[in-house]
């Protein structure tokens, strides 16, 4: 590297004379000594494969920086890659998870050796996918699994998942969780809001930078899928082409007990190989004058392509809150209803962060065996009565969700600061509750991520939680619900209630949560419907992978 670290990769190479052009993937998780069967088509195919451990990794020299070393290092790595004899000078990048966000990293200096890359499930900005959510509240058992698995220190022995978690205050968490401190755990802590530290690091803010061509992949029940998605819709002065499925962080594994259909896999490897021949090779490939969005529509469990990410023709609808009785809980009497609400007395429930809600499935990230993630029956999380349900009636026809979620709530608190969550589900009629996404707001971002404001007790605010993305056909006699409440614990830290800077807090205070749902202060979820119009695909084009 420009600073004299040397870094260490394996280098495979085809049976050719000639020179070639190569595909590179850099890894915090340990390059191996021989090359993966998933990379071996692009040797066959042609191309020399570089795999690197990332600075301070494995047998990488240098300190491990994530947020700020992958740029430089990935561009220095081109250079290098360019001057070997066996290169004709072009490259191309691809991987997941980390391996993806050090892409955009890399992409965004716009080295010209780079041509084209290919991430996967990784997002592209560190506060909201790694750190935090678009809601300002941390995501907790992300991080610390991920420190727990992958910086610990040598022969410390870790805690079970579900001790580590709840360790307070969260600035020892990182010792707790890895036996040692971890730089990076406490630069997020000391920076809660979106503020110049991560603005400074983000490739969303500087996006527009990108010039390569870029082939993305993600999953509705993937941590980054929102991301990756505002990724693609972002200015671009290069094409991109985005790729969702119904799948999790590990596009390989099946959810227990969920079916998505034969046609749920996709030819993730051959589209690549597809991609980088175009960029790299100069040869034709039907990915690129294709629509450049594929979305798997759950529900129906078909494919379809389309030519924007939000769809244009997606229409915005209102259902709102209602309740002629109080909306605690599954037997409660909360509905869901496309008629403003008229006289509706306020439903109101207790949080106590001692006990929060647990996460159930979901967009969650990176071990099933400790984390359980994707489509789960949600109906042991709506018995608690810190949970408000609101249910519609049995849809008449087929309904089609697909875009970003938004629900808009009046609420109260008697906290200074306290957490409003979200969460849509599709009741089947048998009665499963199967989760489609969820999201989070910290009430002192209401405003902002940027300058957090408290709250006045007792006072009421409209407030806006951004629950994430989905594509869900809700089916006939099927009925669409939502659960509002105030954690979803561990996928997000539990607010104590008290105002203070969390980071340090070991006091935890219960709040009396207000929500609104009458004439002048209407509370609904904000669908993005289409009509059915026969553009499903017929036939299946993609074949597992």
């Known amino acids: 590297m420009r600073d004299g670290v040397r870094l260490s990769a394996n280098v495979f190479r085809p049976d050719l004379k000639t020179r070639v052009p190569t595909v590179l993937i850099r890894t915090p998780y340990g390059k191996g000594a021989v090359l993966p069967s998933g990379y071996q088509p692009f040797v066959e195919r042609g191309y020399a494969v570089v795999i690197q451990d990332v600075r301070g990794r494995y047998a990488s020299e240098g300190a491990f920086r994530p947020l700020t070393q992958e740029g430089q290092d990935g561009y220095d790595t081109l250079d290098w890659i360019a001057a070997q004899p066996w290169s004709d000078g072009k490259v191309g990048m691809i991987g997941g998870s980390y391996l993806g966000i050090a892409q955009w990293r890399a992409a965004l200096l716009n080295n010209p050796h780079l041509k084209a890359i290919s991430p996967v499930v990784s997002g592209y900005d560190e506060y909201r996918d790694r750190f935090y959510s678009t809601g300002g509240a941390m995501k907790l058992g992300h991080r610390l699994l991920w420190l727990s698995q992958n910086l610990r220190a040598p022969g410390y022995k870790a ?135 594929s979305i798997f ?135 499963v509750a199967r989760n489609l996404t969820d999201g989070v707001l910290r009430l002192r971002y209401r405003e902002s991520l940027e300058k957090p404001v408290l ?50 807090e070991t006091e935890l205070r219960k709040a009396t949560q207000t929500v609104y749902h009458d004439r002048a202060r209407p509370s609904y979820v904000l669908l993005p419907i289409v009509e059915h119009s026969g553009m499903f695909q017929e036939e299946p084009t993609r074949k597992a992978r």
């Open 159 to 293: 805690p079970e998942f579900e001790r580590f978690v709840l360790h307070l205050p969260l600035r020892t968490a990182d010792r707790f969780a890895t036996g040692q401190t971890s730089e990076v755990w406490q630069q997020s802590l000391n920076h809660p809001a979106e503020d110049s530290f991560w603005q400074s690091v983000s490739t969303r803010r500087q996006i527009e930078r990108v010039q390569v061509p870029v082939l993305c992949f993600s999953g509705w029940y993937d941590n980054f899928v929102q991301s990756d998605l505002e990724a693609f819709a972002s200015p671009k002065t290069a094409p991109r082409r985005v790729v969702i499925g119904p799948w999790p962080h590990n596009m390989s594994l099946r959810f227990p007990g969920v079916d998505f259909g034969s046609q749920s896999a996709a030819p993730v490897r051959e589209m690549q190989l597809d991609w980088l021949d175009h960029w790299l090779k100069g040869k034709e490939s039907p990915l690129v004058s294709a629509p450049p969005v």
């Open 455 to 504: 709250a006045t007790p007792g006072q009421t605010y409209e407030i806006r939680i951004d629950a994430g993305v989905t594509s869900n056909v809700f089916g006939k006699e099927h009925r669409i619900r939502l659960e509002i409440s105030s954690s979803n614990f561990p996928r997000f830290d539990r607010n104590p209630n008290t105002g203070r800077p969390i980071a340090d």
């Open 297 to 431: 529509v759950m529900g129906a469990n078909k494919w379809r392509d389309e030519n924007e990410w939000p769809l244009k023709r997606a229409r915005p609808t209102p259902f709102y809150l209602t309740a002629k009785k109080p909306a605690n809980g599954l037997d409660g009497g909360g509905e869901l209803s496309k008629s403003r609400p008229k006289k509706d007395a306020p439903d109101t429930f207790v949080f106590d962060p001692r006990n929060p809600v647990p996460t159930h499935g979901g967009a969650v990230c990176c071990n099933p065996a400790i984390f359980p993630w994707g489509p789960m029956d949600q109906r042991p999380v709506e018995r608690r009565t810190d949970v408000l349900v609101y249910t519609s009636d049995a849809l008449k026809e087929d309904l089609e969700v697909t875009g970003p979620i938004k629900v808009v709530l009046h609420a109260a608190t008697s906290a200074q600061d306290t957490d409003f969550t979200a969460k849509l589900v599709d009741v089947f009629p048998d009665g």
